[in-house]
């Protein structure tokens, strides 16, 4: 069974503390893993797909990384509009095709004080 | 564009009552699917569908029927309502890996 974890659960930085999120999964066998960003009462937004342990990738003030067992969602100098809950998912499959139904993490929710 | 649209916005039931929570998307993609999120619990999809004329299930999708007829439209079916669905759900629709949500609506089934 494939499973998503995330930490922390609240995050609570200052504007300009630069801090991490954690998304650790297991498995069987990754066709992508996914970030997305939640506002409150609203739909999930994309963020970033990553494919393979080693591959980074950046957008603005976020920048996500890969291993083999966990994603990392880096945030640099934060600003309050970054406040939100951020959600992992993983898909299980390969590039050429794979399960249509992704695993959830349920989230962490960062808010940061000007 | 108006991307994901989903009606209605929020909507309470009496448990047995049946009704449709309707998703339309106009970015032509094939991939559609519903979620709902739960306190507490990740986002879980009930069904989804790889084109026209083809749908399948998710994690959890009992008590729940789907259709698509078109590439816009996806509509969800809720049969016989119970307390246990009440929730938010999330329509969302694809290209490739890059998943589009629609804003949700919010059922409470009484």
């Known amino acids: ?114 | 564009n108006a991307g994901v649209t989903q009606t209605p916005k929020f909507q309470v039931l009496k448990t047995g009552q049946s009704m449709t929570l309707q998703c339309a998307q106009d970015m032509n993609h094939e991939y559609m699917s519903w979620y709902r999120q739960d306190p507490g619990m990740g986002l879980r999809l009930i069904h989804y569908s790889v084109g026209a004329g083809i749908t399948d299930q998710g994690e959890v999708p009992n008590g729940y029927n789907v259709s698509r007829s078109t590439t816009e439209d996806f509509p969800l079916r809720l049969l016989s309502a119970a307390p246990s669905q009440t929730s938010v759900y999330f329509c969302a629709s694809s290209y490739v890996d890059e998943q589009f949500f629609g804003p949700g609506t919010r059922l409470t089934v009484l």
């Open chain 1, 1 to 114: 069974e494939d499973q998503v974890t995330q930490s922390p659960e609240a995050l609570r930085l200052q504007e300009g503390e630069s801090s991490s999120l954690n998304c650790s999964y297991t498995v069987s066998g990754l066709r992508g893993l996914f970030w997305y960003r939640q506002d409150p009462g609203k739909g999930p937004e994309f963020l970033f797909t990553l494919y393979s342990a080693g591959e980074e990738k950046e957008k603005e003030r976020l920048k996500a990384t890969l291993t083999k067992k966990e994603s990392f969602l880096h945030i640099t100098a934060p600003k309050p509009e970054d406040s939100a809950t951020y959600l992992c998912a993983v898909q299980a499959g390969s590039l050429s095709g794979g399960s249509y139904i992704p695993t959830f993490g349920r989230g962490t929710s960062l808010i940061v004080h000007p």
